[in-house]
C-alpha cells in the first residue's frame, strides 16, 4: 500500500519561478556572474527574468527585464534630498519598494514563460542587506515564490584566513537574517582555485594550520571563531564559479533546484507563518486605534452635549456674553461694581465740563 505525500512535499510540476538575490562585497563580481548566469540559462533554453537594484550603476552588460533606473533618477535624488551616494541609493530603493507589488505581479505574469528571476542588488552590500527597503523587498518575495540568497564571494581576496573568517562571519550573519535558502558562490575560480576554501570548511585543522603564520592579536579571535561556525559550516551550500569562463555554472544550477526544494519543504510554512504573525500584528494595531477613536468620539459627544447647555446672554449695548455652566454670583456683583464706577467716572467728568464753562 502506498503511504500518502506529506502536504509540503515539493512538487516539480509547479510553474512558480525560483527568485535568486545576488548580493555579495563591493568588487565580488555580482554583475559579471549575473551576466555569465544569465548566459548559461540562455544556452540551455531557460531564459531569466532579470530585475536590477542597482540605481548607481551606469550600464548593465546584460539585457533588463525590469530596470530601477527607469522609475527612480539616483543623481535627482542626490540633488534633491542633499544627500551622499550612499544615502541616495538607500533613498532610492525606499522609493522604489513603495511600488514593489506591481513588480510581484508582473513576475506572476511571466511565470509560465520564465522559470529563474535573478535580482542583481547594488555594490554596497549593507545598502541592501541591512535597509528597511532591502527586508521589504526579500520578504515580499519569499512570501510569494521560492526565494534563494547567491552569496558572492571574491576567491582572490580570500586566501588570507582572518579576511576569510570576516567574509563568513557576515555570510551567516545574512543567513540567520534572511531565514531563507543560502548559497555561497566563490567567483573568479579562474584565478584562484576553491579547493582551499572546502578544506577550511570541512576539516577544522586545516584552517588551524593556516593560521599559524598569522601572528596578530586577531588570529586568537579567528581561532575561537572559526569553532563558532563550525555548525554553520556544516549545512552551509557551496559552489566555485568563474564569471570569465563559465565553469561551475551546471553544479551551482543543481544546487539552485536543491535549494528550491528546501524552500517549499522547511522554510515555505515557516514564512506562511511569519506572515500570518504580521498580519495579526497589524489587526490588533487597527483595532486598537478603532478603539481608541470611539474613546474620542465619546469625548467629543459629551462635549457637544456640554457646548449646548452654554447660555447666551445679552448685556448692555446688545454685547452678546456666553458662559460655561451656571454663572457665579460673584461675577456679577463685580460686573455691576464695574457699572457703578463708569456712571460716577462720567458724572465726575460732566461736573468739571460745568466749572470750566462757569469760569470762562
Same mark, same amino acid.
Request: hydrophobic share 35%; aromatic share 10%.
Given at each position: ?249 551546471? &553544479?551551482?544550477? +543543481?544546487? @539552485?533546484?536543491?535549494?528550491? =526544494? /528546501? ?8 514564512? #506562511? !507563518? ?54 457665579? &454670583?460673584?461675577? +456679577?456683583? @463685580?460686573?455691576?461694581?464695574? =457699572? /457703578? ?8 467728568? #460732566? !461736573? ?9
Amino acid at each position: 500500500m502506498a503511504t500518502a505525500a506529506p502536504q509540503n512535499q515539493f512538487d516539480p510540476s509547479q510553474t512558480t519561478p525560483t527568485c535568486l538575490i545576488v548580493i555579495g562585497m563591493a568588487g565580488a563580481g555580482k554583475t559579471s556572474f549575473v551576466q555569465r548566469l544569465n548566459s548559461h540559462l540562455h544556452s540551455i533554453k531557460k531564459p531569466p527574468y532579470i530585475v536590477n537594484l542597482d540605481p548607481a550603476c551606469h550600464e548593465t552588460p546584460y539585457p533588463c527585464n525590469i530596470d530601477i533606473r527607469d522609475t527612480v533618477n539616483y543623481k535627482e535624488v542626490m540633488k534633491q534630498y542633499s544627500l551622499g551616494p550612499n544615502g541616495a541609493i538607500v533613498t532610492s530603493l525606499n522609493l522604489f519598494s513603495t511600488k514593489f507589488e506591481q513588480i510581484l505581479n508582473l513576475i506572476q505574469k511571466r511565470s509560465e514563460e520564465c522559470k529563474y528571476v535573478i535580482f542583481d542588488t547594488p555594490g554596497q552590500i549593507e545598502v541592501f542587506t541591512w535597509s528597511a527597503s532591502g527586508s521589504i523587498i526579500t520578504e515580499a518575495l519569499a512570501s510569494s515564490f521560492p526565494t534563494v540568497i547567491v552569496y558572492v564571494m571574491d576567491t582572490s581576496r580570500n586566501v588570507n584566513p582572518v579576511t576569510f573568517m570576516s567574509n563568513m562571519l557576515y555570510a551567516c550573519s545574512i543567513l540567520y537574517k534572511s531565514k531563507l535558502p543560502f548559497v555561497i558562490v566563490m567567483n573568479k575560480n579562474d584565478i584562484v582555485h576553491h579547493k582551499y576554501v572546502g578544506e577550511w570548511m570541512q576539516n577544522f585543522e586545516s584552517f588551524q594550520n593556516a593560521l599559524e603564520n598569522e601572528t596578530s592579536y586577531i588570529s586568537n579571535l579567528t581561532r575561537s571563531l572559526s569553532l563558532v561556525l563550525d555548525e554553520f559550516y556544516q549545512n552551509i551550500k557551496f559552489v566555485g564559479v568563474s564569471s570569465v569562463t563559465g565553469a561551475g555554472m551546471n &553544479e551551482f544550477m +543543481e544546487i @539552485i533546484d536543491f535549494s528550491k =526544494e /528546501e524552500y517549499e519543504r522547511d522554510y515555505k510554512a515557516e514564512y #506562511k !507563518k511569519l506572515v500570518e504573525e504580521k498580519m495579526s500584528k497589524q489587526k490588533k494595531e487597527k483595532e486598537t486605534k478603532l478603539e481608541q477613536v470611539e474613546k474620542d468620539l465619546k469625548l467629543d459627544e459629551g462635549l457637544e452635549g456640554r457646548i449646548s447647555s452654554l447660555k447666551l446672554e445679552k448685556t448692555e449695548g446688545d454685547t452678546p456674553h456666553i458662559s460655561l455652566f451656571n454663572h457665579d &454670583e460673584s461675577d +456679577e456683583d @463685580i460686573t455691576k461694581e464695574n =457699572e /457703578e464706577e463708569d456712571q460716577l467716572e462720567l458724572e465726575s467728568f #460732566k !461736573k468739571f465740563l460745568q466749572n470750566q464753562t462757569s469760569k470762562k
